[in-house]
Structure formats: structure tokens, C-alpha cells
């Protein structure tokens, strides 16, 4: 079997889907088995989950309109998704900036903690100020950060996604 038709076996819609499909379910589980064990996520890792919990309805989407003969639908669920994990690749790029602290973070999640004058004050404080803090992270795996490795998952799913998209119907 050569490159070309090993690739043109992965991005047909119904396997390109079913494969973005089975990514989104094994990101958000992985998440939620990672709270699970008591490791509470920040602000930007809800906001890295959008895509996948997208990918739920427009990978069956994609599949079962490409073989309804349905192709600009296809096309446009397909390159919906592409857009979606690209940009949530620069986000995860952007998220990995704040927790080596090249970028300041967003301030309800890496801002500073300030002082406060009284006892009521600090009450009030505690329950306006969340705890998980976006440039802390508390996960390494073979020593990335799981924002390091969304840049790589997302990325490999938006180019997966776009070229199904593209490819297919050029």
C-alpha cells in the first residue's frame, strides 16, 4: 500500500470523521478522568475543550452528509472543524505562554492575589478569586504540559479536518 492511498483511506469523510470523533472522546474523557482524580482545570483548559465537545456533532455530521451526497455540507461541517482546532492550537500555544510566563494571563486565573484590609474583605475576596491558576500547571506528561500537547492534538486534527474537507472535493 503506498502513502498516497494509506492517505486517501484516512481522510475519506467517513473515516476522517469517525477518527476526529473518536480524538474528541478520548480528549474529553481523559479530562474528565483527569478531574476525576482531583486535579481541577483553569479558566483556558474549559475554554480548550470547546472544539472537541464541537466534534461531537459536526463529525457525524460531516459522515452522514458526504454519504447522503450532501458534499458542500460535508465541506462545510469538515472545514468548520478545521477552524475550530486551529484556532484552539493558538490557543493552546497561547495558554503554554502563560505557564512558561512569556505572556501574562488572564487575570481572573494567573493575577496577582491582592492584600486585603480586613477579615470581611479577605471572605469576600475568597469567594470572588478563583483558585486554579492558568500559569501553574500541575500535570507534566514526558515533560509537557497537557496545554503543550492540545497544540499537537489540535493541530493534527485541524490539518486531518481541513484536508478531508478540501481534499475530497477539490
Known amino acids: 500500500m503506498t502513502w498516497r492511498s494509506l492517505l486517501d483511506c484516512i481522510v475519506a469523510p467517513r473515516n476522517a470523521s469517525l477518527l476526529i470523533l473518536a480524538a474528541a472522546v478520548a480528549a474529553i474523557g481523559g479530562a474528565w478522568a483527569y478531574e476525576s482524580l482531583g486535579f481541577l482545570p483553569c479558566e483556558l483548559c474549559y ?44 490557543l493552546s500555544a497561547y495558554h503554554s505562554g502563560v505557564e512558561w510566563k512569556i505572556f501574562s494571563g488572564p487575570s481572573d486565573c494567573s493575577g496577582p492575589l491582592t492584600t486585603a484590609p480586613s477579615v470581611a474583605d479577605f471572605m469576600k475576596q475568597l469567594q470572588t478569586t478563583k483558585v486554579v491558576r492558568c500559569d501553574e500547571p500541575n500535570l507534566w506528561i514526558f515533560g509537557l504540559t497537557l496545554a503543550n500537547w492540545n497544540i499537537a492534538i489540535c493541530a493534527a486534527l485541524a490539518a486531518l479536518a481541513g484536508y478531508a474537507g478540501w481534499a475530497r472535493w477539490r
Open 47 to 90: 475554554k480548550e475543550r470547546i472544539p472537541y465537545y464541537a466534534a461531537f456533532g459536526l463529525a457525524p455530521l460531516a459522515a452522514l452528509a458526504a454519504q447522503a451526497g450532501r458534499e458542500r455540507l460535508a465541506r462545510a461541517a469538515f472545514l468548520l472543524m478545521a477552524l475550530l482546532f486551529a484556532g484552539d492550537a493558538l
